[in-house]
Structures are given as C-alpha cells and as structure tokens.
T-cell receptor, first 113, second 112 residues
Framework: ETGVTQTPRHLVMGMTNKKSLKCEQH?????MYWYKQSAKKPLELMFV???????ENNSVPSRFSPECPNSSHLFLHLHTLQPEDSALYLC????????????FGQGTRLTVV | GENVEQHPSTLSVQEGDSAVIKCTYS??????FPWYKQELGKRPQLIID?????GEKKDQRIAVTLNKTAKHFSLHITETQPEDSAVYFC???????????FGTGTQLKVEL
C-alpha cells in the first residue's frame, strides 16, 4: 500500500458516456500526476499538478479533463472517449515536482466500447 | 521534447547471473535519475535513485551508475532471483524539474 488510492479499479464505458476517475493521497504530497499506460506505449505523462495548480498538460486531448480541488485529491473527467483511449490510468503523487519519489496508485483499468 | 530510451527492451538471464539495463536521456539539465520496477498487474515502485552529484549508488543487490557527460545511467542487478522478474523503467527528471519522463521499459525475465 503506497498511500495513493484510485477508484474505480475497473471501468467500462461507452463512447458517449461521461465518467470520472478519482485519486486520493494523504501523504502530505504537493504534486500529483496522471499517467496513461497502454500495451503499445510506455508510461505517458498526461498532467502535472503542483499545489493544486496545473503545471503540465502533455498535449492531452480535451476529452480528458483534470481537476485538482486540493492537494489531496485529483480527478480525471472523461467524455466522448475513443476505443484507443482504453488503457490503465495511473495516478501518482510526490512531495514536490520531479526530484522526489513518485508513489503510484493501483490504477484504473479503462475499457471504452 | 525530451527523449528517453532504454536498452535492451527485453532481457532474459539465468538465476544468479547479473543484469544490466541502460537508460539514455537527452535533457542535459536532468539531475535526478530513478529506476522503477513494475511487477505484472501491479503499480510501478521506486527501487533506487541517484542524484547528479554522485556517480554510483548501491543498495544490496541493486546499483545505479551515472555518466552525466554521456547522458546515460544504468541499473545493475546482481545475483538475480525469480522475484526480480518484472518491467523496469528509468524516469529521469526533465522539463526543468517538472516531471518524470519514463523510458520505454525493459522486461526482465529471470529463469530457473
């Protein structure tokens, strides 16, 4: 257990659905991240938040919308996804950006049908 | 953008042998160099890291060496065991210290 919790663990959604992924940490970390992991590509950074402010958007399509209401919670809102968006979505947190260990959640396995 | 490459992409060794995985990066400002291990069906976890003010760091059977001039760092695992079988990712810090950019991963298989 790393102290980073993601829900749900599995999600199946249609291309017209709207859903949200949730990530929570109570480690006192200030930075939170969303990564996408698919079979064809390595871990791809999507978004970085530091002290609730977005500091990185790695050219992610607008159908993915992050939200960070406080340093402990991070959401990823999904709408009108495509089948190629099916992947494992991993949340991570670290004490500060970059130069500290990143603690990962268990991930949400997303399937878009 | 930042370029991070790992070699080899797959590595098969006999139990007890050593394994070496190399990571090459392009951001000359990188100053933090971690390695993560991801077992099948599990989350990535940090196993060792090094900062740019040292050239080598050891932790029992695991070591990391850094060559900043050549912009590469390597993971060394000695006396490999079946439980070392996993995917290993390097993740040098890039983008002015803003993010970890993960390498393409190396599938290590330790055979009995």
């Amino acid at each position: 257990e790393t102290g980073v919790t993601q829900t749900p663990r599995h999600l199946v959604m249609g291309m017209t659905n709207k859903k949200s992924l949730k990530c929570e940490q109570h480690l006192g970390h200030n930075a939170m991240y969303w990564y996408k992991q698919s079979a064809k590509k390595p871990l791809e950074l999507m978004f970085v938040y530091n002290f609730k402010e977005q500091t990185e958007n790695n050219s992610v399509p607008s159908r993915f919308s992050p939200e960070c209401p406080n340093s402990s919670h991070l959401f990823l809102h999904l709408h009108t996804l495509q089948p190629e968006d099916s992947a494992l979505y991993l949340c991570a947190s670290s004490l500060d950006r970059g130069t500290h260990e990143a603690f990962f959640g268990q991930g949400t396995r997303l399937t878009v049908v | 953008g930042e370029n991070v490459e790992q070699h080899p992409s797959t590595l098969s060794v006999q139990e007890g042998d050593s394994a070496v995985i190399k990571c090459t990066y392009s951001d000359s400002a990188s100053n933090y160099f971690p390695w993560y291990k991801q077992e099948l069906g599990k989350r990535p976890q940090l196993i060792i890291d090094i900062r740019s003010n040292v050239g080598e760091k050891k932790d029992q059977r695991i070591a990391v060496t850094l060559n900043k001039t050549a912009k590469h760092f390597s993971l060394h695992i000695t006396e490999t065991q079946p439980e070392d079988s996993a995917v290993y990712f390097c993740a040098p810090i890039t983008g002015g210290g803003n993010k970890l950019t993960f390498g393409t991963g190396t599938q290590l298989k330790v055979e009995l």
